[in-house]
């Protein structure tokens, strides 16, 4: 939740850390002096807050979209005194990471620390720091040199903390040109697609990109390494299984080899693969809910490197000892990979493998979740190792039958995060307000 400084502050009371639909009371809290605070949904009031309540309610709408929630506290005369934002069915912090520039010149840092914590006051597992897409080394005490670079250029710095329990958090921060030494602190990820497979400049976008129907500023244009979520129908295991089983048969060398260093993984809570932010990244998300809360309420495995394993032999041998084959909730697992993938700032897939008899509680229906995925700009994909499994509310399935079938479509869903690329917009918008023109470049907004 972000709040904006003041001569009098308002605090949400009601957080909405879960998928929102419907009628919700949004409450607040607010200090002496405040007369009344004013709510807006999506930049519509809802309603005004007074005394002794403090009170509206919301209707969030019975599909799954992304919202922004703003309380706009102000005196008797109507003057405004301070507000709160709050995003829903929006990547939430459960860690929150800053980075803070260092040098004897504001207008030309020589080096960056990065600050990393998380709600459960846990330690991060590992911190990776980007510039314009290179890894930077730190010192061991957070902070970072950073390379020689032209200061009349924009600059993107990125920095992502892993947390215990698939927590993480990321900042993405502009700097130089026409910043100067200011930095943008807003900043909105849009990722788009190509119908070629071609490199791509933030001039090819002058007057092509929109919100609320006012034209945005492009600050960069980067592709770095892809995100793949992938959730798994518990009920598919087996045939995915055996499939592993004889990957395993064509090498049994790198079988041991990759057994072993698995098991480590496993077994070492505190260790991390070190990935480089161009290379592409495999995450298990489980779809059995924990005590957790916010994004962890469905567990998400530390990354894997599909350079390094291979996406093939990741989506048949990685499995959480977490996962049961009672409760499964399918549906909003899909959802929360979404939003996961959302937060990152980078090509992005979910990935679902699904059987022909799917025995899961969601809460919510298949197609609402795809809309709200869409929305997100989050392509989803649909695996099957069942050959001709009929139309189902998931969409038409990709059949994954055998080593020919996973590889096949492993090769296609890489080809296609190959032609994502992120635009970096300055401000920050709500995903499915953006809008592309049309275009004879061969540009499509992600979806």
Same mark, same amino acid.
């Given at each position: 939740?972000?709040?904006?400084?003041?001569?009098?502050?308002?605090?949400?009371?009601?957080?909405?850390?879960?998928?929102?639909?419907?009628?919700?009371?949004?409450?607040?809290?607010?200090?002496?002096?405040?007369?009344?605070?004013?709510?807006?949904?999506?930049?519509?009031?809802?309603?005004?807050?007074?005394?002794?309540?403090?009170?509206?309610?919301?209707?969030?709408?019975?599909?799954?979209?992304?919202?922004?929630?703003?309380?706009?506290?102000?005196?008797?005369?109507?003057?405004?005194?301070?507000?709160?934002?709050?995003?829903?069915?929006?990547?939430?912090?459960?860690?929150?990471?800053?980075?803070?520039?260092?040098?004897e010149s504001p207008e030309a840092p020589t080096a960056l620390r990065v600050i990393a914590e998380s709600a459960e006051r846990l330690?991060?597992?590992?911190?990776?720091?980007?510039?314009?897409?290179?890894?930077?080394?730190?010192?061991?005490?957070?902070?970072?040199?950073?390379?020689?670079?032209?200061?009349?250029?924009?600059?993107?710095?990125?920095?992502?903390?892993?947390?215990?329990?698939?927590?993480?958090?990321?900042?993405?921060?502009?700097?130089?040109?026409?910043?100067?030494?200011?930095?943008?602190?807003?900043?909105?990820?849009?990722?788009?697609?190509?119908?070629?497979?071609?490199?791509?400049?933030?001039?090819?976008?002058?007057?092509?990109?929109?919100?609320?129907?006012?034209?945005? #500023?492009? /600050? +960069?244009?980067?592709? =770095?390494? %892809?995100? $793949?979520?992938?959730?798994? !129908?518990?009920? &598919?295991?087996?045939?995915?299984?055996?499939?592993?089983?004889?990957?395993?048969?064509?090498?049994?060398?790198?079988?041991?080899?990759?057994?072993?260093?698995?098991?480590?993984?496993?077994?070492?809570?505190?260790?991390?693969?070190?990935?480089?932010?161009?290379?592409?990244?495999?995450?298990?998300?489980?779809?059995?809910?924990?005590?957790?809360?916010?994004?962890?309420?469905?567990?998400?495995?530390?990354?894997?490197?599909?350079?390094?394993?291979?996406?093939?032999w990741l989506s048949t041998h990685i499995v959480s000892p977490m996962a049961t084959v009672h409760g499964q909730r399918l549906s909003?697992?899909?959802?929360?990979?979404?939003? #996961?993938? /959302? +937060?990152?700032?980078? =090509?992005? %897939?979910? $990935?679902?493998?699904?059987? !022909?008899?799917? &025995?899961?509680?969601?809460?919510?229906?298949?197609?609402?979740?795809?809309?709200?995925?869409?929305?997100?700009?989050?392509?989803?994909?649909?695996?099957?190792?069942?050959?001709?499994?009929?139309?189902?509310?998931?969409?038409?399935?990709?059949?994954?039958?055998?080593?020919?079938?996973?590889?096949?479509?492993?090769?296609?869903?890489?080809?296609?995060?190959?032609?994502?690329?992120?635009?970096?917009?300055?401000?920050?918008?709500?995903?499915?307000?953006?809008?592309?023109?049309?275009?004879?470049?061969?540009?499509?907004?992600?979806?």
């Open positions: 939740m972000t709040r904006y400084a003041g001569e009098t502050m308002v605090t949400f009371l009601s957080l909405f850390l879960w998928l929102m639909t419907d009628v919700h009371p949004v409450k607040v809290a607010v200090d002496p002096g405040v007369a009344s605070v004013e709510i807006f949904l999506d930049g519509e009031g809802i309603g005004v807050a007074i005394e002794p309540e403090w009170e509206v309610e919301c209707d969030f709408g019975d599909r799954l979209r992304p919202h922004e929630l703003v309380a706009v506290a102000r005196d008797e005369t109507g003057r405004e005194l301070g507000r709160a934002v709050q995003l829903v069915n929006l990547p939430r912090a459960n860690a929150e990471v800053e980075i803070v520039f260092e040098g330690e991060p597992l590992a911190i990776f720091v980007t510039f314009d897409g290179l890894m930077l080394r730190g010192d061991g005490h957070g902070r970072f040199p950073l390379p020689s670079y032209d200061s009349s250029r924009i600059h993107i710095v990125s920095a992502e903390g892993y947390f215990p329990e698939g927590v993480t958090a990321r900042r993405d921060i502009t700097f130089g040109g026409a910043y100067g030494g200011m930095v943008a602190t807003e900043l909105t990820a849009v990722p788009v697609i190509l119908d070629k497979n071609r490199e791509l400049t933030a001039g090819e976008f002058q007057g092509l990109l929109s919100a609320r129907g006012i034209a945005v #500023r492009v /600050a +960069a244009v980067e592709r =770095p390494g %892809a995100r $793949v979520y992938m959730v798994r !129908d518990h009920g &598919v295991w087996p045939a995915l299984r055996s499939t592993g089983r004889a990957i395993d048969r064509r090498d049994m060398a790198s079988r041991q080899v990759y057994m072993k260093e698995l098991m480590r993984k496993a077994e070492e809570t505190a260790w991390i693969e070190e990935i480089s932010p161009q290379k592409d990244r495999f995450y298990l998300l489980v779809p059995n809910p924990t005590d957790s809360r916010g994004l962890s309420l469905f567990p998400i495995l530390q990354p894997f490197s599909v350079k390094r394993w291979g996406l093939p909003e697992a899909v959802a929360l990979a979404g939003l #996961r993938a /959302a +937060a990152d700032g980078c =090509p992005r %897939a979910v $990935v679902l493998v699904i059987g !022909d008899d799917v &025995v899961g509680h969601s809460g919510y229906h298949s197609p609402a979740v795809r809309e709200y995925l869409r929305a997100l700009r989050v392509p989803l994909v649909v695996w099957s190792p069942v050959r001709d499994l009929p139309p189902e509310p998931w969409g038409k399935a990709e059949t994954v039958t055998g080593i020919g079938g996973l590889n096949k479509a492993s090769q296609r869903l890489l080809k296609g995060l190959r032609r994502q690329w992120i635009v970096w917009l300055e401000g920050r918008y709500l995903p499915h307000e953006i809008e592309l023109a049309k275009n004879d470049k061969g540009i499509r907004l992600a979806e």
